[in-house]
């Protein structure tokens, strides 16, 4: 017998034939989205367009930190996005945001590198990250319509860690060109946006199971079947967070944990650029894409079936212990990089960062479905999303200011602040630490009311 025949093939999971039976149809069409859609998308994340800012744009501090802020604070945006989507098809609307994002993406290339230029590249790097809050807020519907709770984790890992070898892949092949040619921006952005396009074409195929029922229960709500608050009138936003405490208690562990993280991710990428500027100018690019891009989401790729498996098996509650304490040890590693000025050290803080993004990805995209009822998944999701947006708003704004902080503005006699440095770093550890004590009382609490199972609410 020959030495292929013997051993497994790690792609075969990623067939379709592999799937559940009443999955495939669904997830033939994601796969071959996520194969597509991530080359544009590769093009904002954060260790690539912050890069390209200020390398090729000399985007100012300010600028630097509202682009790698604008994924988190773009989810301000999902309570209109929900809206929007309400009783209206899911995949075409997915599909149009997606659309609309690849348009943004194309455009940057037509950018002048000066004058009004750096400000117009942020304004469309935020557009492009608001349309993709709407794309990640619909697809939560989808995925929680499509595939089933004991395996939903598993097949949506396929999709993500699909897309994440790309994101991996394109800031390798980017770097080098721009350190190279600065002006191949030009080209790779729409190039990498026509790619998208094909990927869109395949995603609009996707059929949603049993959503005739979910869209009549959308545009009525009114029905007797559908949730209701104590009052007996139809669920909001607010009467989700007054009345359901646990999923309270959860948002305010996550959200603890999402401001520590933010503002110790918008400082370290600083960090990570003015140290490459400084004693490795010819390769900065690279390495700073390597750091910031490449090396999280290598790692965050080989974790995540690791990840998905202790998902499915897991509430959310238990599932975010353990994961919050990467959060711990990830921000003191990168407290020890800043404070002596480390590169191997923020190369290993990059690889935490990816190991925690691995679980973080997951947990962000589906645990609110162990709170939810399957008819207000759109509300449960909207919340936490519009969460994640207020805390996006401020804390990566608020970490790069205590980081490097700012010049004296004697207008509004504010004095002149030098930073707190490395020291931020061990502030973000101490409140992820917090975040993890509030996740062991939420499952201690839950399992002492005989809940904490996995499964959908």
């Given at each position: ?215 009549r229960d959308e545009r009525r709500p009114h029905e007797a079947d559908a949730p209701r608050q104590a009052s007996g009138k139809p669920h909001t936003v607010w009467s989700v967070l007054a009345q359901d405490r646990v999923y309270r208690f959860y948002l305010a562990c996550q959200f603890a944990g999402g401001v520590a993280n933010m503002m110790a991710i918008t400082a370290f990428t600083l960090m990570v650029i003015e140290h490459l500027a400084a004693v490795a100018p010819r390769t900065q690019n690279t390495q700073g894409m390597l750091i910031s891009a490449a090396v999280p989401l290598l790692i965050a790729t080989l974790s995540m079936p690791w990840w998905s498996r202790r ?147």
């Open positions: 017998m020959s030495r292929s025949a013997t051993l497994p093939n790690p792609l075969a999971g990623f067939r379709t034939a592999a799937q559940p039976p009443m999955t495939r149809q669904a997830y033939h069409h994601e796969i071959r989205a996520a194969m597509t859609v991530p080359f544009a998308l590769a093009l904002l994340e954060g260790g690539v367009i912050a890069v390209v800012a200020k390398n090729v744009f000399g985007v100012g501090n300010l600028g630097f930190a509202t682009i790698v802020a604008a994924p988190m604070f773009a989810n301000l945006t999902s309570l209109v996005w929900t809206r929007v989507a309400r009783g209206k098809p899911k995949v075409a609307v997915t599909s149009w945001l997606m659309a609309a994002s690849l348009v943004l993406v194309a455009a940057i290339a037509l950018l002048p590198t000066t004058g009004p230029g750096p400000s117009l590249l942020v304004v469309l790097a935020v557009a492009a990250r608001v349309v993709l809050a709407g794309v990640v807020n619909v697809r939560s519907t989808i995925w929680r319509m499509n595939f089933p709770r004991s395996l939903r984790a598993t097949i949506t890992t396929k999709f993500v860690l699909t897309a994440t070898v790309i994101l991996m892949a394109v800031p390798l092949a980017v770097g080098p060109l721009l350190d190279w040619r600065p002006w191949s921006f030009r080209v790779v952005f729409p190039l990498a946006a026509a790619i998208g396009f094909l990927g869109v074409r395949s995603f609009w195929r996707v059929r949603v199971r049993g959503e005739r029922r979910l869209l998902l499915d098996a897991n509430h959310i509650a238990r599932f975010r212990i353990g994961h919050a304490m990467t959060w711990v040890l990830n921000q003191s590693v990168m407290f020890l990089a800043a404070w002596f000025a480390s590169l191997p050290l923020m190369y290993a803080a990059a690889a935490g960062w990816g190991f925690m993004r691995g679980g973080g990805v997951l947990a962000w995209q589906l645990g609110h479905n162990d709170f939810a009822d399957r008819r207000l998944v759109p509300t449960y999701m909207a919340i936490h999303q519009t969460l994640t947006g207020v805390r996006g708003a401020f804390a990566p704004f608020l970490g790069t200011a205590l980081f490097a902080g700012w010049p004296a503005v004697e207008r509004v006699g504010l004095p002149a602040f030098g930073g707190i440095g490395a020291w931020l770093f061990a502030a973000t550890a101490g409140l992820s630490f917090l975040s993890w004590l509030g996740f062991v009382f939420l499952q201690r609490r839950l399992a002492a009311a005989g809940g904490g199972r996995a499964e959908d609410a």
